[in-house]
């Protein structure tokens, strides 16, 4: 954790924008009722604007005289006057825009403060209370308690911020990224799969290929599994092609490179987080870094007081989606199959196979399996010649695209690379499912 949470608090705000809104509610009082006190970072501003406020419900005139009168001694005639400098009048989209600019930098200082209470004493059901409190705080408008309506140029706007940047995120799978167009910021997509099937390795692999398409984007990786060497090793191999063992012999210079490349990325890998830890680390790299995806490695590492393993999950995975939401972050987590269903890392999966599948069903946007057909210990010749080094990677449920049954991707052992193959493939039933 970070000494002090609140030391960027000040950068999320936009003084001159603020004077430009209070300039225009000086010209167009009929504006007022589009804001709310709250959004403004300023205490003059909101001192100017209670007045205007005030003075519009009780149907009087608000000029630079009036206020500069009634406001003597709390906020001089000169400022007030500077907020109307170059202000001309402007349409209701016009100053929506601004308003929906405001209410954005405000939602980003009340996460921020929020990572005050986030502390590693509050447990995974605080933490749903916390979640739940943020909404409600970010939802409110002005005194009425009613949630902020966006409208269609606000949705509209949001589209062209979206695809200005390339749209979604891609995670360097060409069939995935192809049929989804990329991932957004607050969905989550889960990894399901036996030990051993290479879940670690593929997330690492997707964290390369992000720095590779975003090196100015942030990446956060929460290993709760391996230790730091291992880590380390695994991302040196993936980026350099090299093998474990050539990776030993690279210069300082060249280890200098690397960690330069991968600057924006950051890894926790602590064991025993709780979901507020999590919450909290997110919170205090997200605008320092500008973290836009980040791994779990994996759920049920998760450390949680609730006795019952399907109650945690179910709690966990709804704290999830609402955290991707909330701090605009797309979020991969690993999950472990269930032995009946996941076999021993050889079969296909189901939305069934994962450890609590029907929340992670429910609260996932999309449900990812994988699996490798050489683990079978029973494989006969020629099926051992054809799924050697293979992974197949499914997509199991998704809420917005068609599902994809089977993509072959190849695992280079040597090297620890992930990558699919040119001519992708089916996985038959010759391994004893029939599905």
């Known amino acids: 954790m970070a000494a002090d949470l609140t030391q960027d608090y000040s950068k999320f705000r936009d003084i001159n924008l603020e004077k430009t809104v209070i300039g225009a509610i000086i ?5 007022v009722g589009l804001i709310a006190e709250d959004l ?10 209670l007045k205007i406020k005030e003075l519009d419900a009780e149907g009087k005139k ?3 005289p009036i206020l500069a009168s009634l406001l003597s001694g709390k906020v001089e005639a000169a400022y007030i006057s500077s907020c109307l400098d170059g202000v001309q009048k402007f349409s209701v989209e016009a100053f929506e825009s601004y308003v929906a600019r405001l209410a954005d930098l405000r939602s980003k200082r009340v996460i921020w ?20 409190h943020a909404n409600e705080i970010l939802q409110e408008q002005s005194g009425a308690g009613k949630s902020v309506e966006l409208s269609t140029s606000d949705i509209i706007r949001s589209f062209e911020e979206y695809t200005r940047r390339g749209e979604g995120i891609k995670i360097g799978f060409p069939t995935v990224d192809n049929l989804t167009g990329g991932f957004s910021e607050g969905e989550v997509l889960y990894l399901v799969g036996r030990a051993k099937v290479a879940k670690s390795l593929w997330a690492q692999n997707v964290i390369s290929n992000f720095v590779g398409a975003y090196p100015n984007d942030g990446a956060l990786f929460f290993s709760m599994e391996m230790p730091d060497p291992q880590v380390a090793e695994r991302l040196l191999q993936i980026d350099t092609g090299l093998s474990k063992e050539n990776i030993r012999m690279l210069t300082a210079e060249q280890k200098m490179n690397i960690a330069a490349k991968y600057k924006n990325v950051s890894y926790i890998t602590r064991a025993g987080l709780s979901v507020s830890d999590i919450f909290a680390n997110i919170i205090q790299l997200k605008y320092k870094k500008n973290i836009r995806l980040v791994v779990i490695d994996f759920l049920t590492r998760i450390k949680t007081k609730c006795r019952d393993e399907y109650d945690f999950i179910r709690e966990t995975t709804k704290i999830m989606k609402d955290m991707a939401k909330q701090l605009g972050v797309f979020l991969i987590i690993l999950s472990q199959a269930g032995r009946q269903d996941g076999g021993y890392g050889y079969l296909p999966l189901n939305l069934q196979s994962a450890r609590g599948s029907g929340t992670i069903e429910e609260d996932g946007d999309f449900v990812f399996g994988v699996f ?4 079978n210990p029973d494989i006969k010749e020629p099926d051992k010649t054809r ?4 992974v197949v990677l499914q997509m199991l449920g998704s809420r917005r695209t068609e599902r994809i049954e089977r993509i072959e991707c ?24 029939n599905d």
């Open 27 to 31: 010209n167009q009082p009929e504006l």
């Open 40 to 49: 403004f970072y300023l205490g003059r501003h909101k001192t100017i604007f």
């Open 62 to 64: 608000v000029d630079l």
């Open 113 to 132: 403060t929020l990572a005050h209470q986030v502390q590693k004493s509050v447990d995974a059901g605080d933490m749903d209370k916390v979640v739940d």
């Open 372 to 375: 490798r057909p050489e683990l």
């Open 387 to 390: 799924w050697k080094d293979i």
């Open 410 to 433: 190849i695992f280079n052992k040597t090297n620890c690379r992930i990558y699919e193959t040119l001519q992708g493939g089916i996985y038959g039933k010759e391994l004893g499912r």
